[in-house]
Each structure stands twice: as C-alpha cells, then as structure tokens.
C-alpha cells in the first residue's frame, strides 16, 4: 500500500472572498467535512504550517509581498484593481500558510517517507506572476514549492503538470527562461475562457525554450479526448524529460458540473490521470506533490480530489457517475495534432 499524506487546516477558510464568490471557504469545510466520514487506510492527515516571507520573495517581488501584506492589513479589497481576485483582511497570514503547507508536503514526500501528498489550500497560486495577484490567486504555492526544491535541496529537472481547466499563466511566467522545471498545462483553448493565454505557440524563451508545453483543448471536451490528450502529449513529455520530483498544480474545474468552464470530464478521469501519472512516475521520482488549484463544483471536488491521490492504491475508480458526455473528438484531434506540431521541435514524440 502506498501511503498518501494530505495536508488540511481550518485556516484556509479564514480568506475571505465574500458573497457569492466560486473561490469560497465551502470548499475548504466540504473537504474537512468530507474527511470526517471518509476513511482509507493509506491516508494520513497532517495540518498547515506557515511559510516566513522570505519563501515567498523566492518567487515574488519584495514590493509585491509587501503590497499584499499592507492591502490585506487594512482590510482589503481587489488587489490592483483585478475584479475577479479578493484580498480580506485574513489574506496575507493565509496565503503564507498556503505555500508553508505545500512545503511541508513536499518535504513529507522527499524526506518523510512517503511518495505521494495532496496539499488542499487556498487562495490557489497558478495564476499568480511574480509580481501581480490574479485569477483568485495571491502567491504561486507549487511555483515557490518547485524553486524551492532547486535552490535548497538541488534539484535540477521539476515538472509542473497543471491540469485546472484555466492556463497557469503565472506559473509560466515565473519558469518561462529556465530548463530546470518542465511547465505542462493542458487548459481549455484560451480563446474561450480566462486568463486568454497558453498558446502551444508560447515555448518558453532562452534556456527555457521548449519547456513550455501548453496543449489548449476545446469547450466540450470530455473523457476521451482528455485521456488522449495526456497520452499523446503530456505525458510523453514528462516521461522524457525525466523529472525527479513531479508537482500537479491539481485544479478540478474540468468537471462537467463545474459553473466556471465548459471541459466537460466526469470523475473517473481523476483517478485515470492520477493512475496515469502513479504507475509512470511512481518510480523514477522522489516524490509526487499535488496541489489544489480551482475545482468550483463543491459536492464533487472532494471526490474527484479522492480519485486522483488514491488512485496509486486502487484497481478502480473510487468514485463515477454513470453518464456519458458527447464530446466532438474531430475537435479534440484537431486541437492535439495543432499543439503536437509545435511541440515536435522539441521532444521526440
Ligand atoms: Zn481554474
């Protein structure tokens, strides 16, 4: 049995987003509550840790970490004029928390023992830049977890596979010049839905050139294109990049009942892409670290957070729905053959 460490707090249900906002402190207490009946004999618990602001200018700009601090000390409001990002007054203390417990999972996965964790945090970090809050994002959690990896404990090949249904267009900012972390990102086609970036046209620049790896998807894609999507290119990129350690920036918006996006998948696709990543990857890195993004579906995100970090211990799906979405696969293979064109320059595929 493979032990799986998940790391929760009451805490993060102290960012306060207001009425009606997706990005709520439900989906915190839905999870906390969730953990209360659910019950697997690999899943160890362990709760939040806080990170000094130093980590965080590891990514950000001083002047940034200072600004948020200051905006949230007084209370708040939309950082920088972004309407769709809310600080509260409980925001900065938060966030630092966010990125000290991906930390703390990382160094669970590399120094603890175990080969696989789950930090379930917020606000999410993926569209978060080095120096600007976006997207419901404040700090870049798995951005600051991945540099550091390399600039404290030496590696040399991290790879972020984000699968939020929206491009981490922070989290490619914050690697777009470096070889040393493979950015993956499988996003519905940015002309379609926010943040309007990830292009397979954006390869990264300099060293990074070609570790930039966006594979835009269109709106009405379900399982089947999804799967191929990974099999074709994502994964296949990751394998030959040989990662030592492998973060998933682990978004669940691509669920079909989520109100923000039109990827369509149902919960079985979260356990085939954490099989999927276990059985490649389990192995030949030192350690998986998912980290939770988006996923605005509440009474599903726990269960498709389930299916994807207990999948490395079970033959079957632990959680699906008996429905099948219609998806327009001339669309999928279109979109799949389109970003494979770019990325052939670079990867043997
Ligand atoms: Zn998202």
Redesign the pocket.
Known sequence: MEKVIFAVGEIFKQHDTGFSHPESPKRIEITMNFLKTFKHKALELIGPEKASREIVEIVHDPGYVEYIKVFSEAGGGHPLGDLDTVVSKRTYEVALYAVGTTLKVLRKVLFGGYKIGFAAIRPPGHHAHKGLAKGFCIFNNVAIAAKYAIENYGYKRVAILDI???HGDGTQEIFYTTDKVLYVSLHQDPKTLYPGTGFPEEVGEKEGEGYTINIPLPPGISDKGYALALRDIALPIIELYKPEILFISA?F?THHKDPLTDINLTLKTYWHIGKAIYSLFGRKVEGIVAVL??GYALNYLPKAIMNLILACNTDNPLYYEKVVLKENMNYVRKSIEKALRVHKKYWKL
């Open positions: 939020d249904a929206h978004g918006d993004e988006g």
